[in-house]
């Protein structure tokens, strides 16, 4: 069975420091992981994914095998940040996406 | 051009009576997903549906849950015999394909409350 686990409900870091939101899977097959993000009063949205390599308003993640980890990371926080961020995996040859509980990050000016 | 809708945003009901809510895809996408986020709790699939085929419905929690999708456009997912754990907010998705590797474009959610 697949899973993912975001273990920080809440996140809060200043702004111009850097962010690293937590993300684990398993999955014994080749997963496709994403991240998506909702912010205040908006639709949850794609923020980047595995498969893109790019990075995104200043997000990257990398897909770590060995510790089945898609850490999200940005190097200086911005205020605009603050939102919730779900990782979410899709299992080879389907495409119904697993959520983990979500990290709300808060951004301090 | 628009993007996914549902209704109601909000729905109030009483244990046991019937629920219905809709989404509409975007326009052209074959894909479309129903997923439950409960309060606390991560987003959870329920059932998806790709252009003609037979829809994927290992996501259901039982058989008071279905769903319906009309070609490639409108959906509903209907509850029967509503329980107090139904309350959730039921979000709807629609994608290009079928591929993992394509967006899912959600809809703003409809609120379930259960009394």
């Known amino acids: 069975a697949q899973r993912v686990t975001q273990p920080e409900k809440l996140l809060s870091v200043f702004k111009g420091a850097p962010v690293e939101l937590k993300c684990n899977y398993s999955?014994?097959?080749?997963?496709?992981l994403f991240w998506y993000v909702q912010y205040s009063r908006q639709r949850l949205q794609l923020l980047l994914r595995h498969i893109s390599r790019e990075s995104i308003k200043g997000f990257t993640a990398d897909l770590n095998k060995g510790e089945t980890s898609f850490h999200l990371k940005k190097p200086f926080a911005q205020e605009e940040d603050s939102a919730m961020y779900y990782c979410?995996?899709?299992?080879?040859?389907?495409?119904?996406?697993?959520f983990g509980t979500g990290t709300r990050l808060t951004v301090i000016p | 051009g628009a993007g996914v809708s549902q209704s109601p945003s909000n729905k109030v009901t009483e244990k046991g009576k019937d629920v219905e809510l809709r989404c509409d895809p975007i326009s052209g996408h074959t894909a479309l997903y129903w997923y439950r986020q409960r309060l606390g709790q991560g987003l959870e699939f329920l059932i998806y549906?790709?252009?003609?085929?037979?829809?994927?419905k290992s996501g259901l929690p039982s058989d008071r849950f279905s769903a319906e999708r009309t070609g490639e456009s409108v959906s509903t997912l209907t509850i029967q015999r509503t329980q107090q754990e139904d309350s959730a907010v039921y979000l709807c998705?629609?994608?290009?394909?079928?591929?993992?590797?394509?967006?899912?474009?959600f809809g703003p959610g409809t609120r379930l409350t259960v009394l």
């Open positions: 979410a995996l899709a299992r080879s040859g389907a495409n119904n996406l697993f």
């Open positions: 999955y014994s097959g080749s997963p496709e």
């Open positions: 549906f790709q252009g003609n085929s037979a829809p994927d």
């Open positions: 998705a629609s994608s290009l394909g079928w591929s993992e590797y394509n967006e899912q474009f």
